[in-house]
């Protein structure tokens, strides 16, 4: 199992301080097993595996959650995938191949919810 304080550090590095705030602030005594759960497994042992960078990380996770229908993770990981290096055409890139394997409508959302997130960033 990861370590909490790494797995926090990369979560918040990724994600923002902002929403690992915000996840922090709505625990609860019943959810803290889950929160605590994914700070070390997901965030301080997958993510801080030497094996692939960060950005390469980004793009099979919005690869994932597009094919997933997870709109609510999906518009975080843009953000992520931003904050981890990846262009506006790279993020592009990654829906449309998934469009190919995983359906033209799972693309087709996920291309809405990155221009939302996209236009937001931009100031617009």
């Keep these: 199992m990861?370590?909490?304080?790494?797995?926090m550090?990369?979560?918040?590095?990724?994600?923002?301080?902002g929403h690992v705030d915000r996840?922090?602030?709505?625990?609860?005594?019943f959810t803290a097993p889950f929160q605590d759960y994914i700070t070390?497994?997901?965030?301080?042992?997958?993510?801080?595996?030497?094996?692939l960078e960060r950005q390469t990380r980004s793009?099979?996770?919005l690869a994932a959650l597009t094919a997933l229908g997870q709109e609510h993770e999906l518009a975080l990981h843009v953000r992520a995938a931003v904050r981890?290096?990846?262009t506006r055409e790279q993020i592009g890139e990654v829906l449309l191949h998934v469009g190919a394997y995983a359906g033209v409508p799972a693309a087709n959302r996920?291309?809405?919810?990155?221009r939302q997130v996209l236009d937001e960033l931009d100031g617009g």
């Design 84 to 86: 981890n290096g990846l």
């Design 9 to 17: 550090r990369v979560r918040r590095e990724v994600l923002g301080d």
């Design 2 to 7: 990861g370590d909490h304080a790494e797995g």
């Design 59 to 61: 793009a099979i996770t």
């Design 23 to 29: 996840a922090v602030a709505a625990t609860t005594p």
């Design 110 to 114: 996920a291309f809405a919810v990155a």
């Design 40 to 51: 070390r497994n997901v965030w301080g042992e997958l993510w801080t595996r030497p094996g």
